[in-house]
């Protein structure tokens, strides 16, 4: 946190806007992925390109010959396995056809 004392709140956005604003004002260029239904299932995606989920996310279905890096937030009761975070953490899940390394990005 950059002040404890002069906390700015976030009012005007939700915080999966926020944090793909701020991934674009790094360079970041990104797809938004849609959950496969209500609870927050999605299919990682065959293309080799940069997403952010829409939602935060419960599991991935699909094999292991999903490729690209995809940003995230975890949902409650998140199967994601190497997530152990809350529903606020950003993580980065990169695939390449077989391994699967997710990382927090902001804890």
């Known amino acids: 946190m950059i002040n404890k004392d002069r906390i700015v709140p976030v009012t005007k956005t939700d915080l999966?806007?926020?944090?793909a604003t701020i991934l674009a004002?790094?360079?970041?260029?990104?797809?938004?992925?849609?959950?496969?239904d209500a609870e927050g299932h999605f299919t990682f995606p065959t293309q080799g390109l940069t997403y952010?989920?829409?939602?935060?996310?419960?599991?991935?279905?699909?094999?292991n010959d999903g490729v690209g890096?995809?940003?995230?937030v975890p949902?409650?009761?998140?199967?994601?396995e190497g997530v152990d975070g809350e529903?606020?953490?950003l993580y980065k899940i990169t695939r390449d056809g077989g391994?699967?390394?997710?990382?927090?990005?902001?804890?």
Not at 16 to 19: A, I, K, R, S
Not at 69 to 72: A, P, V
Not at 75 to 80: H, I, K, N, Q
């Open 75 to 80: 949902a409650y009761g998140c199967e994601v």
């Open 25 to 36: 004002l790094g360079g970041k260029t990104f797809t938004v992925l849609k959950a496969d």
């Open 52 to 63: 952010i989920a829409a939602e935060p996310v419960k599991s991935f279905t699909g094999d």
């Open 87 to 89: 529903a606020a953490d």
């Open 99 to 107: 391994v699967t390394p997710v990382s927090p990005i902001a804890e």
């Open 69 to 72: 890096t995809l940003y995230f």
């Open 16 to 19: 999966l806007t926020l944090y």
